[in-house]
């Protein structure tokens, strides 16, 4: 293709359609009648069907799944509007949101949330009111509004972290009445830095009892990847898994773990997170679940 452009057969592939290869090809189209799109979609089946939808208004539109490089990159060269759609992970998308503004480089970017649970959205709303909100019905004249003339961003929210800092540990963990937890390498006192425990909470150390929830503690990169398949594979398909590791301000603790390994080796398992916790002034968290497979095609008799 002429200009560097992918042809949108290969874009496709790679989750985006008709992306600019490089930086000028980037600013070339951006300075012709084809703004560029970011949207954010936690399923990538639906999330192809809706950049079609964008793509029909003449819009050129990326929707690869949203990793911690393709935050960075999107940092460093800001789209001309994020789209991120709210029908799955609600609150994730919001924090997402919540990030992009706190980054001086994407903080004047339009935001356009599209679908979503009217009471979750009340929540979104007071914490991003100059962010724009749809549904697929209007995004095409929506986001021909929001581009034509920008909201002004009036307000930088709280940084992700800060609104949960008064919620009880329990409830950041997603305990809840009748649930079973198994508790693997806690460091000591960890009973008590979890606080009252809703009723009938039941506490194992292994994973091998169908708990609900896992909260697995661990120190180092060789044990997180000789220890995550015994951990992971006796899980049920909709049982969380906590994976805990030291901060890298906790000093007394000597660690070569990071967010991006303990993702990094969630995914290479067979795991999706989706969630981020700070339980302590040492550990952090990711919540991870098993990634849902289809189902095999039956062949044809």
């Known amino acids: 293709m002429q200009n560097g452009l992918k042809s949108n057969r290969e874009s496709e592939k790679s989750g985006e359609i008709a992306k600019p290869s490089s930086h000028s090809s980037l600013v070339k189209k951006r300075n012709s009648a084809m703004p560029h799109i970011r949207l954010i979609h936690w399923n990538q089946t639906e999330a192809k069907q809706k950049a079609q939808i964008l793509q029909s208004a003449g819009y050129t539109v990326n929707y690869e799944p949203l990793t911690p490089q393709r935050l960075k990159e999107l940092k460093n060269n800001p789209p001309d509007a994020i789209v991120i759609d709210l ?19 994407t903080r004047s970017v339009p935001i ?13 709303k007071t914490q991003l009111p100059d962010a724009t909100y749809t549904d697929y019905k209007q995004i095409q004249s929506t986001l021909k509004q929001t581009l034509a003339h920008p909201p002004k961003v009036t307000v930088v929210p709280t940084s992700i972290f800060e ?14 009445p009748n649930t079973t937890i198994a508790l693997i390498n806690p460091p000591q006192d960890f009973i008590k830095t979890l606080g009252k425990l809703p009723k009938g909470t039941i506490m194992t150390k292994t994973p091998n009892e169908k708990p609900h ?6 120190k180092t990169w060789k044990d997180l990847e000789t ?28 660690t070569d773990l990071t967010q991006a ?13 989706y969630k981020i916790c700070a339980i302590n ?14 189902p095999p095609t039956p062949e044809p008799a």
């Open 87 to 105: 029908t799955r992970l609600p609150m994730q998308g919001r924090d997402i949101a919540i990030t992009i503004r706190h980054n001086k480089a």
């Open 112 to 124: 356009v949330f599209v679908e979503g649970d009217p009471q979750k959205l009340v929540h979104v």
């Open 163 to 176: 609104q949960y800092k008064d919620t009880p540990l329990a409830k950041k963990l997603g305990i809840k």
């Open 213 to 218: 929830i896992v909260i697995w503690f661990t």
């Open 227 to 254: 220890d995550i398949t015994k951990i992971a594979t006796p899980l049920t398909p909709a049982a969380k898994l906590w994976i805990a590791w030291p901060k890298k301000q906790a000093i007394e603790i000597a």
């Open 261 to 273: 390994t303990v993702r990094k080796t969630g995914l290479a398992h067979g795991l999706v997170d």
């Open 281 to 294: 002034k040492t550990w952090s968290a990711l919540l991870f679940t098993k990634r849902k497979t289809k």
